[in-house]
């Protein structure tokens, strides 16, 4: 089955979404974790944590209303609720190292089956770093990555990761456009499956062993 790829994040996003709770302090990283925050269920409010010194970050300005003071981490510009602070990088790190980060929305270029994560570098390209990604992952309280299944044909959910890790052993979850993947302590297990998806595809676009839930269900969005 092929999605589009935008509405294939908009999926991914819209599931994620569903894991926050009213309260959550929420750290979402750039690109597709980002637009988490678009789709928020009805009487869930969350605090959105920057590592490069905010939290209480508001939605994206309107055109003509930046600021260039206010900046999220990837550098796109943001906005400040009324509550909120900001806070020089030593305090960031303080806040996401001591466990006050409840949940990080992060991509992802591989997961494994053993709950490890790459996703800071591609060799032979220039790119920044890893970023806060090594703290929050091993910092926050849950970790879930939200990517799309396959890179250019490659699978991305392996057996063992062939890139330098970020963490190892942190991932929770993982939610793709085909489903929805946990770590039980035992291995990986798929909770839900995407609308139209086969488990044949599923299949055929994960390398990692995974076992199928008894209860496998539609995957909501």
């Known amino acids: 089955m092929s999605i589009d790829p935008d509405r294939a994040k908009e999926l991914i996003a819209r599931r994620v979404a569903k894991e926050l709770k009213d309260g959550d302090v929420v750290n979402l990283g750039i690109g597709l974790p980002t637009s988490v925050a678009n789709y928020l269920p009805d009487g869930v409010h969350i605090l959105l944590q920057s590592e490069n010194g905010m939290i209480g970050m508001g939605a994206n300005p309107p055109a003509g209303k930046e600021d260039p003071n206010v900046v999220d981490a990837g550098?796109?510009?943001?906005?400040?609720?009324?509550?909120?602070?900001?806070?020089?990088?030593?305090?960031?790190?303080?806040?996401?190292?001591?466990?006050?980060?409840?949940?990080?929305?992060?991509?992802?270029?591989?997961?494994?089956?053993?709950?490890?994560?790459?996703?800071?570098?591609?060799?032979?390209?220039?790119?920044?770093?890893?970023?806060?990604?090594?703290?929050?992952?091993?910092?926050?309280?849950?970790?879930?990555?939200?990517?799309?299944?396959?890179?250019?044909?490659?699978?991305?959910?392996?057996?063992?990761?062939?890139?330098?890790?970020?963490?190892?052993?942190?991932?929770?979850?993982?939610?793709?456009?085909?489903?929805?993947?946990?770590?039980d302590g035992k291995g990986l297990v798929m909770t839900e499956i995407g609308e139209g998806v086969s488990m044949d595809e599923v299949r055929v676009a994960t390398e990692a062993e995974f076992r199928v839930s008894p209860g496998l269900k539609k995957m909501e969005a």
Do not use: Y
């Open 75 to 183: 550098g796109g510009f943001s906005s400040i609720l009324p509550q909120g602070a900001f806070f020089d990088s030593a305090t960031s790190f303080g806040f996401i190292r001591g466990g006050h980060v409840d949940l990080c929305v992060l991509g992802a270029l591989q997961v494994d089956q053993e709950g490890n994560l790459a996703n800071w570098i591609i060799p032979g390209k220039m790119v920044p770093g890893m970023g806060g990604a090594m703290d929050l992952v091993t910092g926050s309280r849950r970790v879930i990555v939200a990517m799309l299944h396959s890179a250019k044909g490659q699978a991305k959910i392996l057996k063992k990761c062939t890139l330098p890790l970020t963490a190892k052993g942190e991932v929770d979850l993982i939610v793709t456009e085909l489903g929805v993947f946990k770590f």
